[in-house]
């Protein structure tokens, strides 16, 4: 009977943090539309020095679940550098210490491309590509 109790607990926990995450990227994708990069970076700042409010802090890997998770279900889908912020600020929240990494490169016909991912401790926690080698990264928008 406890483990069904405690079963119902963690799935109720785990659609409480897919809907903050589903409105997080929203809101960051709305944001990313709308303001300044650097505004918007301020106000990701400011959010992620404050701790969630009754939450026991979350597993990178249930961070990058949920973000994964959340993306699959948003119409027109999430650009790389909306899942970076969110990942980046919910990291920190949850005490975890995390860069936010830009690069560029140049594609195939010459045109200037842009991917966004986040490191943990020198290893990518979300945003991997399997050439993303190629991308030459822009200075670093780590923990402060």
């Known amino acids: 009977m406890r483990r069904s109790i405690a079963r119902i607990r963690q799935k109720i926990r785990d659609r409480q943090l897919l809907f903050n995450t589903f409105l997080f990227l929203c809101l960051v994708r709305l944001g990313l539309r709308f303001l300044p ?5 301020k106000i990701v700042d400011r959010l992620s020095q404050a701790p969630p409010k009754h939450s026991e802090p979350l ?3 249930k961070i990058v679940w949920a973000i994964e998770t959340g993306t699959r279900y948003m119409p027109g889908g ?14 920190k929240q949850h005490g975890h210490p995390c860069e936010l990494r830009i690069g560029v490169a140049k594609g ?3 045109e200037l491309e842009a991917h ?8 990518v926690a979300i945003g991997y ?7 030459v990264p822009m200075p670093s928008y ?3």
Request: glycine share 10%; aromatic share 6%.
């Open 37 to 41: 990069f650097r505004t918007l970076q």
């Open 59 to 61: 597993s990178i890997g």
């Open 78 to 91: 999430v650009k790389c550098l909306a899942r970076a912020l969110v990942a980046q600020t919910m990291m």
């Open 108 to 110: 195939e016909t010459g």
């Open 116 to 123: 966004a991912w986040v490191e943990h401790r020198g290893k």
């Open 129 to 135: 590509l399997s050439d993303l080698q190629r991308y």
């Open 142 to 144: 780590g923990s402060r």
